[in-house]
């Protein structure tokens, strides 16, 4: 680990620097050679993904950032409330940290202080967004951790003695299978104590048709995000993947409750991927598997905070009930 990095109000905490191509090209090669491929949704946010996320949030098709952001700006006040007194804010994939804003203000509009504890895997994205809430929030201080989840969950020992409110938003837990995501968070609860509770954002079933349309919107935008994957590989694992020989499908497994994404071959094809000295053959119609977005009913999320041994004390659902934030608490 680095040297913590503080000035006072400021401080950032991150793991000896590891080689992104390293770990790119060791799970593409273990992706390459599975059944069905795969390449790890994680690899989504190069520099041109990021930018087209940002896109996609703002897609008219993709409501889950609105229907989010729609809860916490009408709800805020009331999560505070629920939240530990006197506790820790920490968020877990926190980005630029901007819908985080709304639950900061609530907070300190309850209390002279708060400590926010940021963990993403972007020291960039923390640095700006930590910067920009303290040039706006004079009662706020800051110690940012640049690290994978796992690693973050580690750092979480200990804590303030008002405890800790951990945010996962943005329905990140739908990347994770329904025993991993209660796997990870029962994972997450061994660290708890009593007092922390875990604000989660879960997306909920729905229609077959909205949830196509929010992963394979009119103007392709989403497409273009799946698509960028192979471009990525290209540039920084001197792969040759001809991008135009593959389509963006994205679909709906109504029973599992879940929106898959793969990049499908167009024709045959033979793929060499340089640096990891890779041969790779793709029949036509053959795909690549990069991403599964699992949905929730409410019993199923009270399901997965038993399995995680929590329990769910609240929920707050957008008006058209598309979305929910959820207040998990360790079990007594």
């Known amino acids: 680990m680095e040297p913590e990095r503080d000035d006072g109000r400021f401080a950032l905490v991150a793991p000896e ?22 390449i790890p949704c994680r690899f989504f946010y190069d520099q041109a993904g990021s930018v087209l996320f940002e896109e996609i949030c703002r897609l008219p098709e993709y409501y889950l950032t609105r229907a989010e952001d729609e809860i916490l700006a009408g709800c805020a006040n009331e999560i505070a409330a629920a939240a530990p007194e006197g506790c820790d804010l920490v968020e877990l994939g926190s980005g630029s940290a901007r819908k985080t804003r709304r639950l900061i203000e609530a907070l300190l509009a309850r209390r002279r202080s708060l400590r926010y504890v940021p963990i993403d895997i972007s020291r960039s994205a923390l640095v700006a967004g930590s910067r920009a809430l303290l040039e706006s929030h004079p009662q706020l201080s800051v110690r940012a951790i640049a690290a994978e989840y796992e690693e973050g969950l580690a750092l979480l020992c200990g804590g303030s003695p008002g405890g800790k409110l951990v945010l996962w938003l943005g329905s990140n837990v739908g990347n994770f299978d329904r ?16 007092r922390d509770r875990l604000l989660i954002g879960i997306d909920l079933r729905k229609e077959k048709h909205i949830l196509e349309h929010a ?36 679909l ?18 033979v793929i060499r991927i340089g640096r990891i000295d890779l041969t790779v053959h793709l029949a036509r119609g053959e795909r690549i598997h990069t991403e599964d977005s699992y949905k929730y009913s409410v019993l199923e999320i009270d399901d997965l905070a038993r399995a995680a041994g929590m329990r769910v004390e609240r929920t707050w659902l957008d008006g058209q009930e598309r979305f929910s934030l959820n207040l998990f608490a360790p079990e007594a």
């Open 17 to 38: 620097p590891v080689s992104v191509a390293d770990e790119l090209g060791r799970e593409i090669e273990r992706g390459m050679r599975s059944t069905p491929k795969r």
């Open 179 to 194: 025993a991993g995501a209660a796997a990870f968070l029962a994972r997450l609860a061994q660290r708890f104590s009593a």
């Open 215 to 250: 992963y394979d919107d009119a103007q392709g935008v989403t497409a273009q995000f799946n698509l960028n994957l192979l471009a990525r590989l290209n540039a920084e694992l001197d792969a040759d993947f001809v991008v135009g020989r593959f389509r963006h499908v994205a």
């Open 252 to 269: 709906y497994d109504e029973v599992a409750g879940r929106i898959e994404m793969h990049l499908e071959s167009a024709a045959g094809q």
